[in-house]
């Protein structure tokens, strides 16, 4: 079901002239409300006048992570303080948090794009919907719920943990769709299956996961496990939370709501925009909200934009489902890896469970290392040790040929990988770089 067509599905052409007018007003708006925007495009000598075409975006400063973390709490509001209504917050594991703070205008603007997103992945009003993303100041839980509201389906407000309630509920309410990160969604998997639950007989057909990477092959092992259809969905509180891009029945690349959050593909080390198709940091302008809009949002994900019509009619652009991000990108002995291509590497090997962590040490002679463990199926694990000694061989070996490094590759027994409820921790970098 595509939730708004009039704007899904807009003539490009006629999205692109709604996107500049758009464009230009914010860059107005910004000059006079938010002085850290005001300063940085004096320095440049720019603004709103010079915008002439989308491409004359490349004029406008860009805004990063550190930037919000020094404007933390309110230095990015962009309206009367009275006008805001709800407020959301990242982890911020590795510093200040980064905050968006939602007028009604744009809470209206985030049930709107969420709703087109769990409406890609299936929702209509008859479903019931178990949203088992977290509640609070985490985007994941209320932008769901948010969604499935505006379609008119049931929500159940779970939130994550507490998995044999979930699958109480599950069970009992009949829930249709699922909501929650791909890693809580396969745990979830593991635990009805240790009770005995046969997931693919009860009721639930479809799901929407992102808020962390995840594979295609990852995606197939929860389509089999509950027997549905799995749609990966991507969003980031400073934008508007979960809502920015999702996939529809297609599965084949993730539209982007692009009326309302306007994408740029860069060059990370360079800054300068790239061909389309090539790889490269996305980049967004919020083009409609007023609590904290934000002009050419360094988000740091690393993707390519597909340019072709999608078979589902809606004209929107798609990205590719994210490749890991600058950030997240392990520079091993000088070579880079993204935990997304060990992962991908790993789903090949029979005898494996989905269930790893990367161990970047540096060791005596000031060397990366990295420990690969990998759990290992339980049927594998009863073998005797010859068995396990030629499956840690094999993946030693994919593992060197696949990333052009070498990994020493540690087996450990099933269910032994600390499970997450929310975004999985697939990292643990020793280095003090
Ligand atoms: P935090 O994790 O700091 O609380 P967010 O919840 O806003 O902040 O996280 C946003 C980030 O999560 C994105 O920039 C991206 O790296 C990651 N992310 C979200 N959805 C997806 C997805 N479907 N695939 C890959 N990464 C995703
Ligand atoms: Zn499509």
Not at 119 to 138: E, H, M, R, S
Request: proline fraction near 5%; charge should be negative.
């Amino acid at each position: 079901m595509i939730f708004n067509p009039e704007y899904e599905c807009m003539d490009r052409e006629a999205r692109k002239k709604l996107q500049l007018a758009n464009l230009k007003n914010l860059a107005e708006t910004l000059h006079e409300k938010v002085p850290f925007y005001r300063d940085k495009m004096d320095g440049l000598g720019t603004g709103a006048a010079d915008i002439h075409s989308l491409a004359d975006i490349e004029k406008l400063p860009f805004t990063t992570k550190d930037d919000l973390r020094e404007l933390y709490p309110h230095g990015l509001l962009a309206c009367p303080k009275d006008r805001i209504v709800e407020v959301h917050m990242s982890s911020g594991t590795t510093g200040k948090p980064v905050v968006d703070e939602y007028t009604k205008k744009d809470i209206d603007i985030w049930r709107e794009s969420m709703a087109r997103t769990l409406a890609g992945g299936g929702c209509t009003k008859d479903d019931i919907v178990q949203n088992c993303y977290g509640y609070g100041l985490f985007t994941g839980g209320p932008g769901a719920h948010y969604g499935a509201m505006t379609i008119g389906a049931e929500v159940l407000p779970m939130s994550s943990g507490n998995t044999a309630r979930q699958l109480m509920v599950m069970q009992d309410f009949g829930s249709t769709m699922l909501t929650c990160t791909p890693s809580y969604a396969l745990y979830m998997a593991e635990e009805a299956a240790e009770a005995g639950i046969d997931l693919r007989k009860l009721p639930i057909r479809k799901g929407c996961f992102g808020a962390e990477p995840w594979s295609e092959n990852m995606r197939k092992e929860i389509e089999e496990r509950y027997g549905m259809k799995a749609h990966d969905i991507y969003g980031l509180t400073e934008i508007i939370g979960p809502g920015v891009s999702f996939e529809c029945e297609a599965q084949n690349g993730l539209h982007i709501n692009e009326d309302l959050f306007y994408p740029e593909i860069i060059d990370p080390a360079t800054g300068k925009t790239l061909p389309l198709g090539e790889k490269g940091e996305l980049v967004f302008t919020t083009l409609t909200k007023e609590g904290t809009p934000l002009l050419r949002y360094r988000t740091r994900d690393i993707t390519y934009f597909i340019g072709e019509p999608c078979s589902c009619g809606r004209t929107t652009i798609r990205m590719h489902r994210i490749f890991g991000r600058t950030d997240d990108m392990l520079i091993i002995r000088g070579v880079n890896v993204f935990p997304s291509q060990i992962e991908h590497a790993l789903f090949e090997i029979e005898g494996t469970e989905p269930q790893y962590v990367i161990v970047v040490d540096r060791g005596a002679a000031h060397l990366d290392e990295v420990e690969l463990q990998v759990e290992v199926k339980q049927e594998f694990f009863s073998d005797e040790t010859k068995g396990l000694e030629g499956l840690r061989a094999r993946i030693q070996n994919i593992m060197k040929s696949k990333l052009q490094i070498a990994v020493r590759v540690k087996l450990v027994e099933p269910k032994t990988i600390e499970r997450s409820m929310g975004k999985a921790k697939r990292v643990v970098d020793n280095r003090k770089l």
